[in-house]
Structures are given as structure tokens and as C-alpha cells.
């Protein structure tokens, strides 16, 4: 099991692990994008593979969503599959997978009651869907402590 580590490189990163490929992934720190939705689950790798500090560039930019949580199997198991070694114990991968599930389950939330609707088309919104005060719980309240388990568990 490889150390848990920070590196500040292009952002706040947390090592993950290293995949099948002997690249070491890194998950990107949350920001807040655009005055109005968090941007998180993003997944690098770096020019410099064994000191990426010392990168000129990401190499490889990733989406935790895409590889792990619309599979065929289970979140867990397409984690196992996709990484060599990782600085998580089984029962933190299970932990991160529903933390990551639950994240991008209330990121669109936040998003719906920020429009109004889905959307899509202007035409299905509905005044009743937009809600700025249950929108802000998730954003401002829900969501940080939601980052805040995924940066223990990624650090502790």
C-alpha cells in the first residue's frame, strides 16, 4: 500500500494510487467554478510521473465519474481494476466510491435548484424547482463537509 500524499502542483492534489500503466493519478482539490458549481473529481497525471513537482504539464486528465461510477460493475470494482496499488484500504475505496457517488448526486441538485430545471431547454423550467436557499445548503453547507471526508480520507 503505497503513503498518502499532498502535492501542490497545478492546484492542490491528493495521490490515489498508481494505475495499471505505473502512473502515479492524482485527484484534484475542489474549486468553485464559475460563481456557481463546484468542480471536483478531477483525476491527473503528470509529465514528470515520479516527481511530478517538477512537471512542465498534466499529462492525463480524468473525470472519477467516468471511470469508476458508470461501469458495468460496482464502483469499488472498476477501482481495483483500474489501479496497480493505492493509498486506500478496502474499506476506505468503498467509502471514497459513495462519497464521490453522493458528491456528483448533489452537485446536479445544486445545479437543478439553481436553474430551475434540468438544464435542457428553457421551456421545462419550473419557478417552484428554483430554490437559491436549498441550493445554498448544498453548496455552502452539504458539499464542503462532503470534501472534507474525501481530504481526511485521502490524507489521514
Not at 500500500?1 to 475542489?30: A, P, S
Not at 512537471?55 to 483500474?82: A, C, T, W
Request: aromatic share 16%.
Amino acid at each position: 500500500m503505497l503513503n498518502k500524499k499532498t502535492i501542490n502542483k497545478f492546484g492542490e492534489h491528493y495521490l490515489i494510487g498508481i494505475n495499471q500503466d505505473g502512473e502515479y493519478v492524482w485527484l484534484e482539490k475542489e474549486s468553485w467554478d464559475c460563481g456557481w458549481y463546484w468542480g471536483f473529481g478531477y483525476l491527473h497525471t503528470y509529465t514528470n510521473n515520479r516527481q511530478p513537482t517538477r512537471s512542465v504539464d498534466i499529462q492525463s486528465h480524468q473525470h472519477f465519474d467516468s471511470l469508476f461510477l458508470r461501469g458495468p460493475e460496482n464502483g469499488y470494482e472498476m477501482f481495483k481494476k483500474y489501479f496497480k496499488d493505492t493509498v486506500l484500504t478496502k474499506d476506505e475505496i468503498w467509502e471514497l466510491v459513495d462519497l464521490m457517488h453522493t458528491f456528483y448526486k448533489l452537485k446536479e441538485a445544486a445545479a437543478v435548484f439553481n436553474h430551475g430545471y434540468s438544464h435542457y431547454t428553457d421551456r421545462a423550467r419550473l419557478d417552484i424547482v428554483k430554490n437559491k436557499e436549498l441550493e445554498d445548503k448544498l453548496n455552502k453547507e452539504i458539499l464542503p463537509e462532503v470534501f472534507n471526508r474525501i481530504r481526511e480520507l485521502l490524507t489521514k
